[in-house]
Every structure is written in C-alpha cells, then in structure tokens.
C-alpha cells in the first residue's frame, strides 16, 4: 500500500477481465435490465462498469485510489463510483442487485456483508475461485458456508472461465456463482443469528446436536416430516438441518 495526495492506493492482486465479448455474454445470463440498480465491487480498469452502465444503473466501488482516478473521467452519467472499501460503505436502501469480478482475499467478507444484511440484494452474480463458489454451493457435501445460505438463496454455478480470460492468468480455476434472494424464506430472517449458532453448534456431529435437543426431539422431529434418521457418518443433509431447527426453536434446549 502506498499514499498520494493523502489517499491511498492498494497492491492487491488483481485479475482482470477485460474481454468485452465475454463481458456482454455473461451480462446476457443475467437478469439485469434498465430498471435496475447494479453495485459492482472492484471496478478496476472499468470494462466491466462500462458494460453493466449501457444496460442499468451502477454503484461502483474501486479501493485503489491510482485506479479509481483512471477510471473516473471515462465514466459516463449511469456510473456513481465511489474510492474506498467496499466493506465499509452501507448497502444501498432501495432494491438492488450486484455483478462484480470479486477480490478473491475478501470473497468470504464480501458474500458475508451481501448475504447477512438488513437491506438483501436481489439477485447477486459473483466471479470468484471455483473452489469457494462449491463451498458455496454446498459441493461436494453442504458446508457452514452453504447450509447459513440456503434458507434465504439459492445458489449455482452458471459460468466457468478459461484462466486466459483474465489478465493476469489466475493461478485458480475461476466461476461465475449465481445467488438468487428466495422468493420465501425456509426460515424468518430474524432468526439468521439463532439458525448459525444452532449450526455452529450442531456441525460437531450428533453429539453437538444432542446439547440442543433430545434424542427423542431429534427422532421425533425427523419421523413426523418423513425424513430419515441421522447418518452416522454426521452428513446431515439441508432439509434434516431445518427440521431441527424448527424443532429447536419450539421445544430445544435453551
């Protein structure tokens, strides 16, 4: 990280798409229409930005201040671009949605601020490693990451890049992870916070369940809406996860 002028510019490692065709055909898979508002993370150079603002309106946001000043005067009227951490501004408070080519190091952060604020994107479109949109995803098998999502998105891979798409080459295979804000919610989103713990607390096996619920709850929960008993492997499938939470906030131990 260096300082000019009092601002500061950052040395991430960026990998850039700069492909206008590929740009306008993964645009095209999109939803995105004129309506819409668009928060893009990481504009970069702006080849993304300049596609996305000739199809909508767009927040963008660039942290390296050198590029930010690049970008400013090719912007046109759609564009609001902002300088600094995306993970510090507030999400916009009118209905949104967000394409972007993510930093890799803040994937995590990034899909945490988008997917457990006040204000949910509607739909959301993310180029990141292939390896965190699976976790994501939930494959091979659900993970903490996949099982907060489902019951508030639903999630899937709808592209997958060539390394020489970017510029650098990443050193990673690289997706497009698709988000969609679920229509209705498998669980009331007030009840995020209790629903992760109750996973944090439960991801140690039957025994971790066990401290929330009784064995009986546990059997009885899943019998009644006809699913089967727990692995003993400890692979607890989504639907048995939301049985027994729902169990859990009548009946479990508080």
Not at 47 to 60: D, F, M
Not at 71 to 89: A, S, T
Not at 159 to 174: C, E, G, I, L, T
Request: net charge positive; glycine share 6%; aromatic share 12%.
């Amino acid at each position: 990280m260096s300082e000019k002028n009092g601002k500061k510019s950052y040395s991430i490692s960026q990998n850039f798409l700069t492909s206008r065709k590929i740009i306008n055909r993964l645009i095209s898979k999109t939803t995105i229409s004129q309506n819409d508002t668009v928060l893009e993370i990481g504009a970069g150079k702006g080849h993304i930005t300049k596609a996305l603002s000739e199809k909508c309106k767009v927040l963008s946001y660039e942290i390296d201040y050198e590029l930010y000043l690049k970008l400013r005067p090719q912007i046109n009227g759609n564009v609001r671009l902002y300088c600094g951490d995306f993970l510090k501004f507030a999400l916009p408070d009118i209905p949104y949605k967000v394409f972007a080519n993510i930093p890799f190091s803040k994937t995590t952060e990034i899909v945490r601020k988008l997917t457990q604020s006040e204000n949910l994107p509607d739909e959301m479109w993310l180029i990141m490693e292939k390896g965190a949109a699976k976790r994501f995803c939930g494959l091979p098998k659900d993970s903490l990451s996949s099982l907060t999502l489902k019951p508030f998105f639903n999630s899937k891979i709808i592209w997958y890049f060539n390394r020489q798409d970017f510029h650098p080459a990443p050193k990673v295979d690289v997706v497009m992870l698709e988000l969609k804000r679920k229509e209705k919610f498998d669980i009331p989103y007030f009840l995020k916070q209790q629903y992760k713990n109750f996973l944090e607390h439960g991801k140690n096996g039957v025994r971790g369940l066990y401290r929330l619920l009784t064995p009986k709850q546990v059997s009885v929960a899943l019998k009644l809406e006809k699913l089967p008993p727990l692995p003993p492997t400890g692979d607890i499938s989504y639907v048995q996860w939301l049985c027994l939470f729902r169990c859990w906030c009548k009946y479990g131990k508080k």
